[in-house]
């Protein structure tokens, strides 16, 4: 890669890559830990419960005897698994969740045993899409999952996996492209360079809310959780693995979760850029404090996942896939096309903000009449369209309309077939269905 | 030929690339197929990675891994997984005509990259990123400047292809929609039958065998705790209602001692 864009990366000694990459992996698995108790604490408060409080101090070390205790568990594997794919996809889950890390970054330029390095693993021009992609391949994970277990609520949880990735992938893809037009990059360590006076949550505040809304459903938590569904699926994808298998699916979960808030802080919230009251602190931006800041915003995600999951309940699999297809994605589209327009004003025809503002307006005003105009046309179209198929469907049927051979309408009876008269006449004293095609055989001059 | 990074790079992923295009024609099950398919397109974005196309390589991972073989796989899943595909030829020749082209590919393929790797010596991309100042750049400049035609029509044979795709699959609706709402208004609805879950087998009953129908509150059964096809082979254990009043009389009598 080219070296000249990219500064610092690409430059570190042998050790410190492998040092960074250790450090990164300790990270995520003691975030992990951590997520999965906190979690059960902030839920169990949500519920007038406790949680759990009894291994260690404050019960922080409850997830790390849980761990010990499902890696020693017995393994059972079925028999009508298909063994291979039934080993590699828990491999392929918990590998794409720790590698999508490898381009987040958690500080600026600090230094390391008397080397300069930046906070971060690597970057280059596309490390934003490097995370889609590998978002993309961890989902095999579960899909091949749901498909080797030889068992229907693994294989239902796995069909709905690659249903709901290829939805939502579309809308998050969609969402990050506004920041990429505004940073002029995809490389994270740029985009974060450039939200320094202003977070892109603030300027493209509705791609943040479909980002943030897509991510939900990329990570399969609920209310999104549909290839899990517990209360359907049983365990969905995970139903027929158990032990150190079942772990690393429970690991890339909460991986995931960590990595999609990361993104999510990087895009949009600025990264380990310093929060407002402290951005005037003059070295809020340099040495070690950003990565605590970056910690804190990755928790607030976190928390929020927490949070939507104690309140919401589980959307049905018919409205989860209209809201990503009818909602996030045409929403999606339309934000783009605005942004890309106010750009090219803004840039070829040097408007000011002031104006953009005023154009932008005058626009929505004239569009917002123009669709209400059309609304009322389409509205009397549509009346005037059901009174007719009323009429016709109240008219007595007429099986050669319009010189075809022809079906019934809605509402409309076939006058006659033997085999119907035969079984009304052998059921006795008939119900109101019948009545009514009796009725109808009288009416019709054809029987 | 010095050993660099690249040359360990293609030598390993020029590998798994070839063993997984094998594994894709030889194996049997269409999932496995699928499968070798996308190490196929993972191994090959690695490549263009290597040979600095890195955004080519994460397109290339995104769209045919992510998107593509996923699409794939949910229409294998649907159709049926373990559905192999019969080895009897339908159309008349076909394996011949099939050798025939496969071989002239073969040929034509080794031609072109033949004369491409003699004649020329390797450029490399790396003076083509610096024209624009980075690999996306040169990128969008081209698709936006000289290859605006191809990238439009690309677009829209792509949307008409989806949208013949809606169209074919399209049904008219002839009735409204039953609403989730509807349906569960008309579960209670009078002669709906019973709007919940039927009581469990052996409810309240001397035992909890499938066979055993709940005991009412006022002390009658009932039937509909048994499950059908139980009750069709007339399995179903009724128990006299003098048994019941035995069992009331044996546990007040335990009572009072």
């Given at each position: 890669m080219s070296g000249s864009q990219f500064g610092f990366f690409g430059t570190d000694p042998w050790w410190m890559v492998i040092l960074k990459a250790v450090v990164i992996f300790g990270m995520l698995v003691v975030i992990t830990l951590f997520t999965i108790w906190w979690e059960r604490r902030v839920v169990s408060r949500m519920q007038n419960r406790i949680g759990p409080n009894r291994v260690g101090p404050a019960g922080l070390l409850q997830s790390l005897m849980d761990g010990f205790k499902l890696a020693f568990k017995e393994e059972i594997i079925p028999k009508s698994a298909h063994v291979a794919v039934y080993w590699i996809a828990p491999v392929i889950s918990a590998t794409a969740a720790f590698l999508a890390f490898a381009v987040i970054p958690f500080g600026p330029i600090v230094s390391i045993f008397g080397v300069e390095t930046p906070l971060q693993l690597t970057d280059?021009?596309?490390?934003?899409?490097?995370?889609?992609?590998?978002?993309?391949?961890?989902?095999?994970?579960?899909?091949?999952?749901?498909?080797?277990?030889?068992?229907?609520?693994?294989?239902?949880?796995?069909?709905?996996?690659?249903?709901?990735?290829?939805?939502?992938?579309?809308?998050?893809?969609?969402?990050?492209?506004?920041?990429?037009?505004?940073?002029?990059?995809?490389?994270?360590?740029?985009?974060?360079?450039?939200?320094?006076?202003?977070?892109?949550?603030?300027?493209?505040?509705?791609?943040?809310?479909?980002?943030?809304?897509?991510?939900?459903?990329?990570?399969?938590?609920?209310?999104?959780?549909?290839?899990?569904?517990?209360?359907?699926l049983v365990g969905g994808f995970h139903t027929e693995y158990s032990s150190l298998k079942f772990a690393m699916f429970f690991l890339a979960e909460y991986i995931n979760m960590v990595t999609v808030s990361a993104l999510a802080t990087t895009l949009f919230l600025g990264g380990w850029l310093a929060p407002w009251p402290l951005s005037l602190w003059d070295s809020a931006n340099t040495g070690w404090w950003p990565v605590l800041w970056w910690l804190l915003k990755v928790q607030l995600f976190i928390f929020m996942f927490i949070w939507l999951r104690a309140t919401l309940p589980r959307l049905r699999y018919d409205q989860f896939m209209k809201f990503g297809w009818k909602v996030l994605i045409p929403a999606s589209l339309g934000w783009i096309f605005i942004v890309a327009i106010a750009r090219v004003f803004r840039n070829d025809f040097s408007f000011t903000n002031q104006q953009l503002l005023f154009t932008g307006a005058a626009a929505i005003a004239v569009l917002l009449i123009g669709s209400w105009l059309l609304q009322i046309r389409s509205d009397r179209k549509q009346e005037s369209l059901e009174e007719e198929l009323e009429a016709e469907s109240n008219a007595p049927f007429d099986p050669m309309a319009g010189g075809h051979p022809v079906p019934p309408m809605p509402g409309q009876i076939f006058p006659y077939t033997p085999r119907r008269v035969l079984a009304e006449q052998s059921v006795a004293g008939g119900v109101s269905l019948s009545d009514k095609d009796t009725n109808a055989i009288e009416e019709t001059p054809n029987a | 030929m010095t050993i660099d990074g690249e040359l360990v790079v293609f030598i390993i992923c020029g590998g798994l690339t070839v063993i997984g295009a094998l594994g894709m024609v030889l194996s049997r099950k269409a999932v496995h197929s699928a499968l070798f398919i996308a190490m196929v397109m993972i191994n090959l974005a690695i490549l263009y990675v290597a040979n600095s196309a890195p955004f080519l390589g994460m397109v290339q991972i995104i769209v045919y891994t992510g998107a593509v073989m996923m699409l794939f796989l949910f229409v294998l899943m649907v159709v049926g997984v373990d559905s192999s595909d019969s080895l009897i030829e339908t159309i008349r020749g076909q394996r011949l005509f099939g050798i025939l082209f496969g071989v002239a590919l073969a040929v034509l393929l080794a031609g072109g990259i033949g004369t491409a790797l003699t004649d020329k010596g390797d450029v490399g991309l790396d003076a083509a990123n610096q024209e624009f100042g980075g690999n996306v750049e040169g990128i969008a400049n081209l698709i936006f400047s000289d290859f605006l035609f191809a990238f439009q029509a690309t677009a829209a044979l792509l949307i008409t292809a989806g949208l013949g795709a809606v169209i074919l699959t399209h049904r008219e609706a002839w009735k409204p929609k039953v609403t989730q709402k509807e349906l569960s208004v008309a579960r209670f609805m009078v002669g709906a039958g019973h709007p919940g879950n039927k009581p469990n087998p052996g409810v309240y009953a001397r035992h909890n065998a499938v066979n055993t129908p709940a005991i009412l509150p006022d002390g009658s059964l009932s039937l509909d705790s048994v499950p059908e096809p139980v009750r069709s082979r007339d399995d179903s254990l009724i128990i006299d209602h003098r048994v019941v009043s035995t069992v009331v009389e044996l546990v007040e009598g335990e009572d009072q001692n």
């Amino acid at each position: 890669m080219s070296g000249s864009q990219f500064g610092f990366f690409g430059t570190d000694p042998w050790w410190m890559v492998i040092l960074k990459a250790v450090v990164i992996f300790g990270m995520l698995v003691v975030i992990t830990l951590f997520t999965i108790w906190w979690e059960r604490r902030v839920v169990s408060r949500m519920q007038n419960r406790i949680g759990p409080n009894r291994v260690g101090p404050a019960g922080l070390l409850q997830s790390l005897m849980d761990g010990f205790k499902l890696a020693f568990k017995e393994e059972i594997i079925p028999k009508s698994a298909h063994v291979a794919v039934y080993w590699i996809a828990p491999v392929i889950s918990a590998t794409a969740a720790f590698l999508a890390f490898a381009v987040i970054p958690f500080g600026p330029i600090v230094s390391i045993f008397g080397v300069e390095t930046p906070l971060q693993l690597t970057d280059f021009p596309v490390s934003v899409l490097y995370v889609l992609g590998i978002a993309s391949i961890g989902v095999y994970g579960l899909v091949l999952a749901g498909w080797s277990s030889g068992s229907t609520y693994p294989l239902l949880g796995g069909l709905r996996s690659t249903a709901q990735v290829i939805s939502y992938e579309i809308a998050m893809g969609l969402s990050f492209v506004a920041v990429f037009l505004f940073a002029g990059s995809m490389s994270t360590s740029q985009i974060i360079a450039q939200q320094e006076p202003i977070w892109f949550a603030v300027i493209l505040l509705p791609s943040f809310l479909i980002y943030v809304t897509s991510m939900v459903g990329e990570t399969n938590r609920a209310p999104f959780d549909l290839p899990e569904a517990e209360g359907e699926l049983v365990g969905g994808f995970h139903t027929e693995y158990s032990s150190l298998k079942f772990a690393m699916f429970f690991l890339a979960e909460y991986i995931n979760m960590v990595t999609v808030s990361a993104l999510a802080t990087t895009l949009f919230l600025g990264g380990w850029l310093a929060p407002w009251p402290l951005s005037l602190w003059d070295s809020a931006n340099t040495g070690w404090w950003p990565v605590l800041w970056w910690l804190l915003k990755v928790q607030l995600f976190i928390f929020m996942f927490i949070w939507l999951r104690a309140t919401l309940p589980r959307l049905r699999y018919d409205q989860f896939m209209k809201f990503g297809w009818k909602v996030l994605i045409p929403a999606s589209l339309g934000w783009i096309f605005i942004v890309a327009i106010a750009r090219v004003f803004r840039n070829d025809f040097s408007f000011t903000n002031q104006q953009l503002l005023f154009t932008g307006a005058a626009a929505i005003a004239v569009l917002l009449i123009g669709s209400w105009l059309l609304q009322i046309r389409s509205d009397r179209k549509q009346e005037s369209l059901e009174e007719e198929l009323e009429a016709e469907s109240n008219a007595p049927f007429d099986p050669m309309a319009g010189g075809h051979p022809v079906p019934p309408m809605p509402g409309q009876i076939f006058p006659y077939t033997p085999r119907r008269v035969l079984a009304e006449q052998s059921v006795a004293g008939g119900v109101s269905l019948s009545d009514k095609d009796t009725n109808a055989i009288e009416e019709t001059p054809n029987a | 030929m010095t050993i660099d990074g690249e040359l360990v790079v293609f030598i390993i992923c020029g590998g798994l690339t070839v063993i997984g295009a094998l594994g894709m024609v030889l194996s049997r099950k269409a999932v496995h197929s699928a499968l070798f398919i996308a190490m196929v397109m993972i191994n090959l974005a690695i490549l263009y990675v290597a040979n600095s196309a890195p955004f080519l390589g994460m397109v290339q991972i995104i769209v045919y891994t992510g998107a593509v073989m996923m699409l794939f796989l949910f229409v294998l899943m649907v159709v049926g997984v373990d559905s192999s595909d019969s080895l009897i030829e339908t159309i008349r020749g076909q394996r011949l005509f099939g050798i025939l082209f496969g071989v002239a590919l073969a040929v034509l393929l080794a031609g072109g990259i033949g004369t491409a790797l003699t004649d020329k010596g390797d450029v490399g991309l790396d003076a083509a990123n610096q024209e624009f100042g980075g690999n996306v750049e040169g990128i969008a400049n081209l698709i936006f400047s000289d290859f605006l035609f191809a990238f439009q029509a690309t677009a829209a044979l792509l949307i008409t292809a989806g949208l013949g795709a809606v169209i074919l699959t399209h049904r008219e609706a002839w009735k409204p929609k039953v609403t989730q709402k509807e349906l569960s208004v008309a579960r209670f609805m009078v002669g709906a039958g019973h709007p919940g879950n039927k009581p469990n087998p052996g409810v309240y009953a001397r035992h909890n065998a499938v066979n055993t129908p709940a005991i009412l509150p006022d002390g009658s059964l009932s039937l509909d705790s048994v499950p059908e096809p139980v009750r069709s082979r007339d399995d179903s254990l009724i128990i006299d209602h003098r048994v019941v009043s035995t069992v009331v009389e044996l546990v007040e009598g335990e009572d009072q001692n």
